[in-house]
């Protein structure tokens, strides 16, 4: 069983930055697939970014290539989301999520799930 705590999220204007952070507990994160999803207000769930187990593969979606970086630190049992040149569209709720070694866009393949953060995006 893995538990997954998100934070970082908040208030920021288009154009900042946050640093969303994903920690792990009741296992290590070493063998574990991590993404990160989001939804907003009205609308279905989508992924983000994720990084795979093993050689530490990345995936973004394409609204966000340029300006998210997925990071794991395994020492820390951890996984980060680096968000820059938010959006306003980039508002809703900011999931990580575990499954097992390879990445994948569907969440139903995830496994574990963290309770989510709130990232808005507004002047």
């Known amino acids: 069983q893995v538990q997954l705590v998100e934070s970082g999220g908040g208030l920021v204007e288009p154009g900042g930055s946050l640093r969303l952070s994903c920690a792990a507990s009741?296992?290590?994160?070493?063998?574990?697939?991590v993404g990160w999803f989001r939804q907003a207000p009205g609308k279905e769930r989508e992924g983000v970014s994720c990084?795979?187990?093993?050689?530490?593969?990345?995936y973004y979606r394409d609204s966000v290539k340029g300006r998210f970086t997925i990071s794991r630190d395994n020492a820390k049992n951890s996984v980060y989301l680096q968000m820059n040149s938010l959006k306003p569209e980039d508002t809703a709720v900011y999931y990580c999520?575990?499954?097992?070694?390879?990445?994948?866009?569907?969440?139903?393949?995830?496994?574990?799930w963290g309770q989510g953060t709130q990232v808005t995006v507004s002047s």
């Open positions: 990084i795979s187990s093993g050689d530490g593969s990345t």
């Open positions: 999520a575990t499954e097992y070694f390879t990445c994948s866009w569907d969440g139903d393949e995830y496994d574990f």
């Open positions: 009741g296992a290590t994160l070493d063998y574990y697939a």
